[in-house]
């Protein structure tokens, strides 16, 4: 396959003055019209007339009314076209029925609806699908479809027919069609400068009860973002769809977001207190790209980060407002530890803004959104959020109509504060995580911290240069007084120090507070300090960072020595569990130790091969500890986290109920699954019903309840998905993979609907001793299913093959197990291009 180089860019030699298309819906033959006025680019270099479009059947082209006949390949067309401007006429035909793949026009239970990002739009006409070329889109589609929408606002309508036509310039993979028989749940928005906006979330019928959330979260989303970022909604319309099959969360399509269902559906009764958090959160998301990514968009695909990171960052700020702080930025660190670092210190690793791809799909990674969001962060954090607002207004007023690339982005922060950015550029051209250690000093009340930074070589890079770390650190005194509190050091050497004058005592350092910048910090603190620092920070997020620190440490020591648990730290921990006057969300989080992947990460940092048997084996031993040493405590915080209020899943409740969640699981292990019954039999929301099922099967006794809970929710697709995955990742690894398997047999399974794939196969793949089972059953369950899904859907499959990402931290039988399992699935006859790039990197 051929590779593309962000350094090849050349702009398209025509501007597409205006787009006009005309959709004849039919199942698999969709007649689509074109007609588009092109002119000549005077800031392009002289070229071909080259449109993409693949999978297309041309019925007929003209140029300026006169019929020619175009050279196509399997990539597009080209034709020779006039030296000034001309009208391009062409219709073809294609076949939504038969898409599978999720990319273009397909359908999804009957209605016809499109994904354009990245290179999708190609696969409906013929066009320069690059985000680049942007134009005035006027749309007219017929069909019998009761409800029919596109971008912009509304046209004409009649019998068969409506029109839309979309006033802001966009390029073609904001593109968007739904035709079919959907209700609305309406809304309405008064924009700050008085303008009625009309809302609506277009479901399947039966799905009108599950709306109310969405609506409500999309709301707040438009107020925000008038109130922080000045920006207003731009049409007289926004339109959410809810669609079932679907490849990822959602997508920003101008003024008619299409949603994965799982990410917009909600009532309490079918959606736990973490789905209803993330449908906040992608509802945000979604709605900020209308200024982070549509108004102002990407020059080419390598400038993903430019909207992606950006508009990640922007939803946890809305996220932080509106829940709580701390808790937000604990769950982030976590995700992006759990998701990101182990790309940026694997097989995959690759910068922010990567400089060359084969296929653009396998970029929407964690590196580009969550460690492109961190850089925004530590932007942020060094020129202070009145710069930064400066900076905002800046780019918006320069940029608006763009399509930009970093370098526009960083050259508005150097304008708006003076500062050089050249050296924090590398942030987003050097790839993996950089390694701090520090080391400290005390004498005659100055106290010294000097921090060293190296970033390991990764694919393609292998020398490494200083990068900007702003670092926040604060130091407190011997009794936990703070007597420095948070500043940001700003590292830029290789080796840098920093003193701290006129201190009474040696004082204790907490550092990298509110994980300032994403790095490995080694640092090796004693056992007291970090117990000094979990009671006493006043840092919440490093408080919690000790606790992690002391629960890892505690873990390693189980598994490489044999050592029984640290009751040091348990005593430690207990106490904050006690403090009833902290958040129960972050006491939860308190209690929930690093999960099995991050502990074989850490020991393969140290230079161990992990072992997942071990690794279950301690987390089993610890958690039965701590069940029995906290026999007293656990019925105190089941009783202080009971809800008795009517369900809303905000922070304060939902955080009682992960609270509540930790304790039942403890207690389960004393009481065989009595308290679980109990709670499963009285649930009246699914957090509820879902957490006493998940410790009724972990208990041994879930056969019945499991069946009881498929019986009670068959009719509901988005709960079955749960049903699927849960009784997987509660069964012991030695029964998990032959579940799964069963589970791929099951009636309701189907290949077709990434949801149900990822709620099955996903399950195998996060479930560590069960995927890295020692006879290879996990490695090869995932390898056939992924072998079969590639034929039909290569976007889901490549994303999932990353499982396989961490396969060199294992030990020699495991490697070669996965190893076979790789090669067996790049052996495959007409291996997509999407997997064949993925498992070819992580294989070389
Ligand atoms: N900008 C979107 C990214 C995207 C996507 C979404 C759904 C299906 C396929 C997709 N390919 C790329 C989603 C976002 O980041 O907001
Ligand atoms: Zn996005």
């Known amino acids: 396959p051929e590779t593309v180089y962000l350094r090849d860019y050349t702009a398209f030699g025509w501007q597409a003055q205006d787009v006009h298309l005309t959709f004849r819906l039919a199942p698999h033959a969709t007649r689509v019209v074109a007609r588009i006025h092109f002119a000549p680019n005077p800031d392009a270099p002289a070229q071909d007339f080259f449109l993409h479009g693949e999978e297309l059947k041309l019925i007929r082209a003209a140029i300026d009314g006169t019929e020619v006949t175009p050279e196509l390949t399997d990539k597009g067309l080209t034709c020779p076209v006039p030296s000034g401007p001309f009208l391009w006429e062409c219709e073809v035909e294609i076949d939504p029925a038969s898409n599978t793949a999720l990319e273009g026009l397909y359908m999804s239970n009957g209605m016809y609806c499109t994904q354009c990002e990245a290179e999708g739009f190609r696969k409906i006409t013929y066009y320069p699908d690059r985000p680049d070329v942007m134009s005035v889109f006027t749309v007219r589609i017929e069909g019998d479809e009761p409800v029919k929408l596109s971008n912009g606002n509304p046209g004409k309508s009649g019998d068969g027919f409506a029109e839309w036509h979309d006033p802001w310039p966009k390029p073609a993979y904001l593109f968007a069609l739904v035709a079919g028989d959907l209700v609305n749940h309406p809304g309405s928005f008064t924009t700050a400068s008085g303008k009625k906006v009309e809302l609506n979330i277009w479901v399947r019928p039966g799905d009108e009860g599950k709306c109310a959330f969405g609506m409500e979260a999309l709301k707040t989303s438009m107020k925000w973002d008038e109130e922080v970022y000045g920006r207003e909604y731009d049409l007289d319309i926004f339109n959410i769809v809810a669609v079932d099959d679907f490849n990822m969360g959602a997508m920003e399509n101008k003024g008619l977001n299409v949603f994965n269902s799982s990410c917009v559906l909600a009532s309490p009764e079918t959606s736990t207190d973490a789905n209803f958090e993330r449908i906040e959160a992608i509802i945000a998301h979604e709605y900020f790209h209308n200024w982070t990514g549509n108004r102002i968009t990407c020059r080419d695909w390598f400038q993903l980060c430019l909207k992606e990171g950006l508009t990640v960052y922007r939803d946890s700020q809305f996220t932080s407002d509106m829940r709580s702080s701390p808790v937000k930025r604990i769950s982030d660190v976590i995700d992006l530890r759990g998701r990101q670092f182990p790309e940026d210190q694997g097989p995959l690793s690759h910068p922010v803004r990567p400089e060359s791809f084969q296929e653009i799909n396998n970029f929407y990674t964690a590196t580009v959104y969550e460690k492109g969001a961190e850089v925004?962060?530590?932007?942020?954090?060094?020129?202070?959020?009145?710069?930064?607002?400066?900076?905002?207004?800046?780019?918006?007023?320069?940029?608006?109509?763009?399509?930009?690339?970093?370098?526009?982005?960083?050259?508005?922060?150097?304008?708006?504060?003076?500062?050089?950015?050249?050296?924090?550029?590398?942030?987003?051209?050097?790839?993996?995580?950089?390694?701090?250690?520090?080391?400290?000093?005390?004498?005659?009340?100055?106290?010294?911290?000097t921090f060293s930074q190296m970033t390991p070589p990764t694919p393609g890079q292998d020398d490494k240069q200083p990068q900007v770390l702003p670092m926040a650190v604060g130091l407190l005194s011997p009794n936990g007084d703070e007597v420095v509190p948070t500043q940001v050091l700003e590292i830029t050497e290789a080796e840098q120090s920093f003193t701290f004058e006129g201190l009474g005592a040696r004082p204790v350092p907490s550092i990298n507070r509110e994980f300032s910048t994403p790095i490995v910090l080694e640092r090796d603190s004693s056992a007291e300090e970090k117990a000094f620092l979990l009671a006493h920070d006043t840092d919440p997020f490093n408080r919690w960072e000790a606790n992690r620190a002391l629960a890892r440490d505690c873990a390693l020591d189980m598994i490489l020595t044999g050592a029984g648990p640290n009751v040091a730290w348990l005593d430690g921990l207990e106490a904050v569990l006690r403090d009833d006057t902290l958040d129960p969300a972050y006491r939860a989080l308190m209690l929930a130790g690093p999960g099995a992947s991050e502990l074989a990460q850490?020991?393969?940092?140290?230079?161990?091969?992990?072992?997942?048997?071990?690794?279950?084996?301690?987390?089993?031993?610890?958690?039965?500890?701590?069940?029995?040493?906290?026999?007293?405590?656990?019925?105190?915080?089941?009783?202080?986290?009971?809800?008795?209020?009517?369900?809303?899943?905000?922070?304060?409740?939902?955080?009682?109920?992960?609270?509540?969640?930790?304790?039942?699981s403890l207690t389960t292990r004393l009481d065989g699954g009595a308290a679980a019954q109990a709670q499963y039999d009285a649930a009246d929301n699914m957090t509820l019903?879902?957490?006493?099922?998940?410790?009724?099967?972990?208990?041994?006794?879930?056969?019945?309840?499991?069946?009881?809970?498929?019986?009670?929710?068959?009719?509901?697709?988005?709960?079955?998905?749960?049903?699927?995955?849960?009784?997987?990742?509660?069964?012991?690894?030695?029964?998990?993979?032959?579940?799964?398997?069963?589970?791929t047999q099951h009636p309701d399974f189907t290949m077709t609907n990434p949801n149900r794939f990822r709620a099955t196969l996903g399950a195998v793949g996060g479930y560590h001793a069960a995927f890295h089972r020692k006879d290879g059953a996990g490695y090869a369950l995932l390898a056939d299913k992924l072998i079969a899904l590639d034929d039909i859907n290569p976007q889901t499959t490549a994303r999932m093959c990353s499982l396989f990402q961490t396969w060199k931290r294992y030990d020699a039988d495991r490697q070669a197990l996965i190893r076979a399992q790789m090669e067996r699935i790049m052996a495959k006859d007409k291996l997509s291009r999407d997997t064949s790039e993925m498992v070819g990197r992580m294989l070389s």
């Open 376 to 449: 925004i962060g530590m932007l942020r954090r060094l020129v202070g959020p009145e710069a930064y607002s400066k900076a905002l207004d800046l780019y918006f007023d320069r940029h608006d109509g763009d399509a930009a690339t970093i370098e526009d982005w960083l050259k508005v922060f150097e304008d708006a504060t003076g500062r050089d950015l050249t050296q924090f550029k590398r942030w987003y051209s050097q790839a993996g995580t950089p390694r701090v250690t520090v080391s400290e000093d005390w004498q005659d009340g100055t106290f010294t911290l």
């Open 602 to 664: 850490v020991l393969h940092e140290r230079g161990h091969t992990p072992d997942p048997e071990a690794i279950y084996d301690m987390g089993e031993t610890l958690t039965q500890f701590m069940a029995e040493r906290w026999v007293d405590l656990l019925p105190k915080l089941l009783a202080e986290t009971r809800v008795t209020d009517a369900y809303r899943p905000d922070a304060e409740q939902s955080g009682k109920r992960a609270l509540g969640a930790a304790a039942l």
């Open 689 to 743: 019903q879902l957490t006493a099922l998940m410790q009724l099967v972990k208990s041994g006794n879930g056969e019945a309840a499991l069946q009881a809970f498929y019986d009670q929710w068959q009719h509901d697709r988005l709960v079955i998905d749960k049903w699927f995955g849960l009784q997987i990742m509660g069964l012991p690894p030695g029964q998990a993979v032959e579940r799964a398997q069963a589970l």
